[in-house]
Nanobody
Framework: QVQLVESGGGLVRAGGSLRLSCAAS????????MAWYRQGPGKQRELVAT???????NYADSVKGRFSVSRDDAKNTVYLQMDSLKPEDTAVYYC???????????????WGQGTQVTVSS
């Protein structure tokens, strides 16, 4: 069974930085895509950043230039470096992964449990 475990959330002042980590464990043949979503108070969940197997990345306009997504394929881990944080970045951040989970190409989509990021003004 595949699990995604996030870490690195917390409380930080505006202008500060945090680094989130998400480690995927279980029977994983390959990582197709890993991403970070967030859901702020009273808001819908939104896509923040994506990194594909070839290393291509995409970012929401609201975080471009401030957030950076990276991955360590050997560890099946994705990171989200968040700099110049703003109060509006306050949210629960969720890791999401599209994975190949069998030798015959079966795939699955998985979610982490979420980690709280709070940015004070």
């Amino acid at each position: 069974q595949v699990q995604l475990v996030e870490s690195g959330g917390g409380l930080v002042r505006a202008g500060g930085s945090l680094r989130l980590s998400c480690a995927a464990s279980g029977t994983i043949f390959s990582v197709i895509r890993m991403a970070w979503y967030r859901q702020g108070p009273g808001k819908q969940r939104e896509l923040v950043a994506t990194i594909f197997s070839g290393g291509i990345t995409n970012y929401a306009d609201s975080v471009k230039g401030r957030f950076s997504v990276s991955r360590d394929d050997a560890k099946n881990t994705v990171y989200l470096q968040m700099d110049s944080l703003k109060p509006e970045d306050t949210a629960v951040y969720y890791c999401n992964a599209d994975l190949t989970i069998s030798a015959w190409g079966q795939t699955g989509v998985y979610w982490g449990q979420g980690t709280q990021v709070t940015v004070s003004s």
